[in-house]
């Protein structure tokens, strides 16, 4: 079992920036990777960025591409998402997820990134 605890959602005006974090705890040696999806209000959740815990491989959502980055410590077992030149559509429900490699799937429960004016 994987328990994910995410911080470092609020709110923020436009061009701000915000750092996720995803912390997990458990049987975390089983996870090979780990991602950040965000949901609006009347949206489907979508993946926003991704990251294999070996290699350190990412991928981004075309939205986000030059303005997140997400990264991970395995040593503490976190992943971060740093959020730059943040946008009104930017803000949705926050979701960390990790993969394992027996094919379960883990989700935190969410932190609110909101920003406005």
């Known amino acids: 079992q994987v328990q994910l605890v995410e911080s470092g959602g609020g709110l923020v005006q436009p061009g701000g920036s915000l750092r996720l974090s995803c912390s997990a705890a458990?049987?975390?040696?089983?996870?090979?990777?780990m991602s950040w999806y965000r949901q609006a209000p009347e949206k489907q959740r979508e993946l926003v960025a991704d990251?294999?815990?070996?290699?350190?491989?990412?991928n981004y959502a075309d939205s986000v591409k030059g303005r997140f980055t997400i990264s991970r410590d395995n040593a503490k077992n976190t992943v971060y998402l740093q959020m730059n030149s943040l946008k009104p559509e930017d803000t949705a429900v926050y979701y960390c997820?990790?993969?394992?490699?027996?094919?379960?799937?883990?989700w935190g429960q969410g932190t609110q990134v909101t920003v406005s004016s």
């Open positions: 997820n990790a993969r394992s490699s027996h094919g379960a799937t883990f």
């Open positions: 458990g049987f975390t040696s089983s996870i090979y990777a």
């Open positions: 990251i294999n815990r070996s290699s350190g491989l990412t």
